[in-house]
């Protein structure tokens, strides 16, 4: 039997427009990407974000390069992304604090949401629950009693107002009801030596942050704060054991600037989550008690938004208002 000649055209037009059709996936990349750390160069959204800038650079083939724009908590380094064009060539690498920065501070030069968008959530876990050694508290449940029956009393140490140990801390005192003193400092350095010192009663930080006093049994760790238990201290409750629903994590996340085409914003999500996961990123996050996201670019956008609705709600109720 003769092919249909009218079929036989029609299927060879098609093909040929599929062969002629650009691929979107391999639209070119910028010829230089600048990722932007709205923080000092050395602490960990330094490091974690040169660290993924090298790996994109060869994933990538293209040259992305990364800047230290510091100030205002992060705001500086925030703001000219978000007026940055949106082609893909500028950035932004920031940390859980560029959502609670738009919770607690009362005008921004910039909006967390409309003028972002989201592209991956790189890494997150959980933070720690210590206490002085002065104080006799071994448990989460006899930190919050002895809270309830010292309304006012007991204090909290954090790195400043609007931070997320700050957050987390007030977000434990809504749920239990109780009412502690918050201590802001210039950095927790200095709190973690007040804590040593005795001369503050808790904090909730990063793991990071406290690990040599930890190691040196100088502080003691009463609990972890994610929905579960921290693989890098298995045997640290939550403090969701003691108070259901209680979940806070410190995550790192990038960022391009409203408008961004949305290829271009799935194929960066790809790489970043293929070069996150390798070995050598995995023990960098596992410095920080943190592992790898594995988040689309969709579902990264809507954990973005989460966060920051969370954090605008416990801002209005607890009434924290960051200074200007």
């Known amino acids: 039997m003769k092919p249909l ?12 427009c599929l062969l002629s059709a650009p691929s979107r996936a391999e639209a070119p990349l910028p ?11 050395g602490a960990s959204n330094d490091m974690f974000g040169r660290a993924l800038g090298a790996k994109l650079s060869k994933e990538l083939g293209t040259n992305v390069i990364v800047e230290n724009k510091p100030g205002a908590g992060g705001v500086i380094g925030s703001s000219e992304v978000a007026r940055a064009k949106p082609d893909g060539s500028t950035l ?19 909006d967390a949401i ?36 010292q309304q006012g009393k007991l204090n909290y140490g954090s790195a400043g107002i609007g931070s997320i140990g700050q957050m987390s801390s007030e977000l434990l005192s809504q749920q239990t009801g109780t009412d502690m003193v918050h201590v802001p400092y210039k950095g927790i350095s200095n709190a973690v030596t007040d804590m040593i010192g005795g ?65 271009y914003v799935n194929r960066l999500n790809a790489a970043i989550r293929k070069v996150s996961a390798e070995p050598d990123m ?6 920080e008690a943190t592992e790898p996201s594995d988040m689309n670019s969709a579902d990264a956008a809507k954990y973005v938004q989460t966060e920051l609705s969370k954090w605008q709600t416990l801002a209005s109720e607890r009434h924290i208002v960051a200074s200007k």
């Open 282 to 287: 995995r023990e960098l996050f596992a410095r």
């Open 31 to 41: 010829d230089l990407i600048k990722v932007i750390v709205p923080f000092s160069p």
């Open 92 to 110: 932004l690498f920031s940390s859980v604090s560029f959502v609670t920065n738009a919770a607690t501070q009362e005008k921004l030069p910039y």
């Open 5 to 16: 000649p009218r079929l036989a055209g029609a299927l060879m037009t098609s093909a040929l």
């Open 114 to 149: 409309k003028s972002f968008t989201p592209i991956a959530v790189v890494a997150r876990g959980a933070m720690v629950l210590v206490v002085s050694k002065s104080t006799s508290y071994t448990s989460v449940a006899q930190l919050i009693d002895d809270a309830k029956s």
């Open 199 to 263: 001369r503050l009663e808790s904090m909730i930080t990063t793991p990071a942050s406290v690990s040599g006093p930890l190691q040196a049994k100088d502080i003691r760790v009463l609990a972890t704060t994610s929905t579960t238990r921290s693989k890098f201290f298995p045997d640290v409750p939550t403090i969701a054991e003691t108070v259901p629903g209680y979940s806070v994590d410190v995550w790192w996340g990038v960022y391009a600037p409203a408008g961004t085409p949305a290829d």
